[in-house]
């Protein structure tokens, strides 16, 4: 076969206070910036992203990789239309050159533009049109997407993460490249059948480090037989404010029967679970004084997830909360990152290593009950911004993070950079001389990606809700626009439109 290949990844949410341009989807930073022709086989090696699992599970195959355009960027508020719809095109200008036989996306499933709703239903739509009905079309998806009718109608099929931290998007996309070579080998499309799960899950309660998420994904992956070749759970991201958002089940089988009980059977699993879908959250004092008490008896680091500042979630990663309960408890030895003030680390650049400098550090995102915090800082360290990581989520990525620098205060040490990305791998602190093995306290903008290369060397983790606009109860949003009967948190109230 001749495969176009092509990605589009963003994850929306409505309520931040910051939009995606085309500027951010070109730029290098925590994610590759655009990439188009061979660049993307040149870029996408080596790495956990599905791009990369697909390309290596077609390498020495006689089928043909036609790269036509892949973009990424940190998730925040809408995709701008100019920049969805340039690279939009991107993509639709290389399959059409392409004249493939197939095609594989690597695509979210959570975008939402200024002009619709649907970023992902529409691209996969543009691309049905263009290439005809009978076309193979197959697209990996995020754990996080919010899948649409769209979605699964215009795709011959869907596959989705299995894990959050999501340590298997490059084996997400091998699984795509498998299912595509079967479609290869003469398998007909599949039937496809989907359920929608009647509440929302907060972020943190999807992991699957924890239970429910655990067992239900165990049980998911056990259902897969030859009639029911593909299922998949997402649990949805629960900051798109939109009629479809919500968590889903997908279920592809030989025939409609297969399909039918397989989504039937995992849906009523996690039906059944929905008290479960909860973790506790502390307040920024709360967290603080707990880790202090027990980093007394600990021998590795307590940490503190700032979920609500979760750039991974939104969030600028610039909220001075979490930073504010540190100095007010008098936390020693800790360390939060990353701390996005460009200008901040700017002068950092400027005063030089050893300096006291005197800013206001971070706020600067309009977001309520968070202010800048205005103090005097010592220049510890200065980076350019390169990082090199390797955990297991994000193994393999070089990020470019701009002028960095490492302050502290009173005995608090800040990673502060100029581009935000969630603080989810070690490397991410060691860049600007800061060990995390040898802190009492760590606190990570994050949710809960930092749990693959943090948990192994963490006493405890704890998570914590300062002011930021991921707010960790879906319940807090102000909604105007789910699906009637949503409810909004686990055994929580139905939204009602007003």
């Known amino acids: 076969m001749r495969i176009a290949i092509g990605g589009f990844q963003h994850e929306t949410n409505t309520f931040a206070p910051t939009r995606a341009t085309f500027e951010d989807f070109r730029r290098d930073g925590g994610w590759p910036g655009l990439r188009r022709g061979g660049e993307i086989l040149d870029t996408m090696v080596a790495r956990n992203v599905p791009i990369a699992g697909f390309i290596e599970q077609l390498k020495g195959t006689a089928h043909t990789l036609l790269p036509t355009a892949w973009a990424a960027t940190e998730p925040s508020a809408h995709v701008t239309q100019d920049a969805f719809e340039r690279i939009a095109a991107m993509i639709l200008e290389g399959v059409r050159d392409a004249r493939p036989d197939a095609v594989y996306l690597d695509l979210h499933g959570a975008m939402v533009t200024e002009h619709l709703d649907d970023g992902e239903g529409e691209l996969l739509a543009r691309v049905r049109r263009l290439v005809g009905p009978d076309m193979p079309i197959i697209a990996s998806l995020d754990l996080h997407a919010n899948v649409t009718r769209q979605m699964l109608a215009c795709a011959d099929t869907l596959v989705a993460y299995r894990t959050y931290p999501h340590v298997d998007m490059a084996d997400t996309g091998a699984r795509a490249a498998h299912l595509l070579l079967q479609r290869a080998a003469g398998l007909p499309r599949p039937a496809v059948a989907a359920r929608r799960i009647p509440f ?132 020693p030895r800790a360390a939060l990152g990353l701390m996005v003030d460009a200008a901040a680390a700017r002068a950092a650049h400027a005063a030089g290593v050893g300096s006291t400098i005197t800013v206001a550090l971070g706020g600067k995102s309009g977001i309520a009950g968070d202010a800048p915090l205005e103090a005097s800082f010592r220049v510890e360290a200065l980076s350019d911004g390169r990082v090199h990581c390797n955990g297991l989520f994000s193994r393999g990525a070089t990020m470019v993070l701009g002028p960095s620098a490492c302050l502290s205060i009173q005995g608090v040490r800040v990673v502060v950079c100029s581009h935000k990305t969630q603080l989810a791998d070690q490397a991410l602190y060691r860049f600007v001389g800061i060990e995390p093995t040898e802190q009492a306290i ?57």
């Open 200 to 331: 929302l899950i907060p972020l943190s309660s999807q992991s699957t480090d924890l239970e429910p998420s655990r067992g239900v994904y165990a049980a998911l992956a056990a259902m897969e037989s030859a009639e029911l070749p593909t299922l998949s759970f997402t649990p949805g991201f629960p900051a798109a404010d939109f009629p479809e958002c919500g968590p889903v089940v997908f279920a592809y089988g030989k025939s409609a029967g297969s399909a039918q009980a397989g989504a039937d059977a995992l849906a009523a699993m996690i039906e059944a679970a929905e008290a479960r879908f909860d973790v506790q959250v502390w307040s920024p004092e709360a967290a603080v004084q707990r880790a202090m008490q027990l980093a007394r008896q600990a021998s590795r680091p307590v940490v503190i997830a700032d979920t609500q500042d979760n750039p991974g979630a939104g969030g600028n990663s610039d909220t001075t909360g979490m930073l504010r309960a540190l100095l007010s408890c008098g936390a």
């Open 442 to 498: 760590l606190v990570n903008k994050s949710s809960v990606h930092f749990r693959a290369d943090f948990t192994p060397i963490a006493h405890e983790i704890l998570v914590a809700a300062a002011p930021g606009p991921m707010i960790a109860d879906p319940g807090g949003f102000a909604w105007t626009r789910l699906a009637p009967g949503l409810r909004l948190r686990p055994l929580g109230r139905p939204f009602a439109p007003r």
